[in-house]
């Protein structure tokens, strides 16, 4: 036998060998697994599953459907408001807030740039809903509304139709190019909210009021409205947040925040739940790019409710407030809290000179604790409560002083004739319209530490605070942090003088004020003046 021979041989062996072991290896597998299945099939015997509940699949829930079905619900009372006006020609008019002009106050750089001016396409700038100068002296907006009673009155948003020369409505269904005129029913500043009516030969389709409170972080919502001039255009989204306030000089605003996509054009638009209900109006976004951004604010419907009510079931058709002229924190201060004391409360930070808590003998510092017996925890529950009561009724306001408590009764004054320099306007025995409310100017004192910055005497004149939007104050050029120091040649040296001799000006009268105008090296001293409409 040779070698070759030896080595098949050989080969022969080891593959019978290799084949054995794998043959053996695959017998242990099949044993160490049957014997671990049987002590698995015991395990199991060994449970009584007898208690436990079988589960269920839901069957699939058609959201897409619910969306469709609330958009059409809705959709018939949801109105497209184009209105049109024509601006005064005026070379004095400024931003609002620079008292030099040749600016914006904000830099450029507000995310809440629309909120105000030219806010979702409304009222500025003589531009088309899709961009662009349509030239002409008559500039166009737009906006949305919803109908909220059959006979046609309509919710929108104040800066939907402030200062229109006319307002124009399109209704779901209507043919091209029909569009009924409008008229103005009353607004409120406040809340930035305006009622509206059309008269129509049938009746309308209205919208179903909901409850704003039993919304929840979470829920789904629909915007419906016209932007940028899509008619009937629907998103969906959830509500963000509640109780959002982003401008702490409106103490009645209090937004619903939803990631729906609201846009130029929706302003005054309903936001809807998934019932087919009217739970807020949609009314600004925050925006760095004049579009969507994923955050929009809606008005609680709550809120509204009471402003529509108010302005349609009074004759003056106005909204009415109580106050008693004290100011506060916006925001809640622990270190306030602190300082003076307050466990809980509101600590107050002004008080209205000549004003209901002043007469009262509320002082700065003083805690309100409660109203007629009613714990305050913060200033919204302080607002709530007083700004419902009636003007001239009297209430009980407890609060803390050095430790001690006290309380007073102290006669609660309409909000808007306390505050008539930035409330709404209002009409005087004669029907002429207050001349602060007419001149759009809300004005302080000034104090000792103030007159040394602006570096004027002790009191002397008084610094305007605030200015109405497309009031007389701002077509003749005034601006926040201007001081006014005569009116008509009478010298103003407290806000007293102020009301005085302002409210002494008729409409059609000539009125000059002489104001010092900026700060330091860039102040000047010159007039302003114009013939009250």
Do not use: C
Request: glycine letters at 14%.
């Amino acid at each position: 036998m040779d070698s070759s021979s030896t080595l098949r041989d050989r080969m022969r062996s080891h593959r019978f060998l290799s084949t054995l072991l794998v043959v053996a290896t695959l017998f242990v597998g099949i044993l160490i697994g049957t014997i671990i299945q049987r002590g698995v099939k015991g395990a199991t015997r060994g449970v009584n599953s007898s208690d436990a509940a079988p589960l269920k699949v839901p069957a699939p829930q058609q959201l897409s459907s619910a969306f469709s079905q609330v958009a059409k619900q809705l959709e018939p009372s949801v109105v497209n408001i184009n209105t049109e006006s024509t601006p005064k020609a005026n070379p004095h008019i400024r931003r609002r807030g620079n008292p030099q002009g040749g600016g914006d106050d904000n830099g450029g750089g507000d995310p809440f740039q629309d909120f105000f001016d030219r806010f979702f396409g409304g009222q500025g700038g003589g531009q088309s809903p899709f961009g662009g100068d349509q030239g002409g002296a008559t500039e166009h907006s737009l906006g949305s509304g919803v109908i909220v009673d059959s006979k046609g009155y309509i919710i929108t948003n104040q800066h939907v139709v402030d200062k229109a020369d006319r307002i124009r409505v399109k209704l779901d269904g209507d043919p091209p190019g029909v569009q009924h005129d409008a008229k103005v029913v009353g607004t409120d500043q406040e809340t930035d909210l305006a009622v509206i009516k059309i008269d129509v030969d049938h009746s309308l389709t209205a919208a179903k009021l909901g409850n704003s409170d039993s919304m929840n972080v979470g829920d789904w919502v629909l915007a419906i409205g016209s932007p940028f001039a899509l008619e009937e255009t629907v998103t969906a989204g959830i509500v963000s947040s509640k109780g959002r306030e982003i401008d702490g000089r409106r103490q009645f605003q209090r937004f619903i925040q939803t990631d729906a996509a609201i846009n130029p054009g929706n302003s005054g638009g309903p936001l809807v739940n998934m019932n087919s209900e009217v739970i807020g109006i949609n009314t600004a976004i925050f925006t760095e790019s004049g579009g969507y951004q994923g955050i929009g604010f809606a008005l609680p419907s709550n809120i509204v409710a009471d402003v529509y009510n108010q302005i349609t079931g009074s004759p003056e058709h106005k909204v009415v407030r109580g106050s008693i002229g004290v100011a506060f924190s916006a925001q809640p201060n622990p270190a306030i809290a602190r300082v003076y004391g307050a466990k809980s409360g509101v600590v107050v930070s002004s008080v209205t000179s000549g004003g209901p808590a002043d007469k009262a003998g509320l002082k700065i510092g003083d805690t309100i604790t409660t109203v007629n017996g009613k714990p305050i925890k913060n200033g919204d529950e302080l607002v709530n409560e007083i700004s419902a009561e009636k003007p001239g009724s009297k209430i009980k306001i407890g609060y803390e002083r050095g430790g001690k408590t006290q309380e007073a009764s102290v006669e609660v004054a309409d909000r808007a004739k306390l505050y008539g320099a930035t409330a709404n306007e209002e009409e005087s025995n004669n029907e002429e319209q207050p001349v602060a409310g007419k001149l759009g100017l809300s004005v302080r004192g000034i104090t000792p530490d103030m007159a040394d910055r602006l570096g004027i005497p002790a009191n002397k004149g008084v610094i305007v605070s605030d200015v109405k939007p497309g009031s007389f104050a701002e077509d003749i050029g005034f601006g926040r942090g201007d001081v006014i120091l005569e009116v008509n040649k009478q010298s103003v040296n407290s806000e007293e003088d102020f009301r005085r001799i302002t409210g002494q000006l008729k409409s059609g009268q000539d009125v000059v004020f002489l104001v010092r105008q900026g700060r330091g090296r860039n102040a000047s001293t010159g007039f302003l003046a114009g013939t009250l409409p």
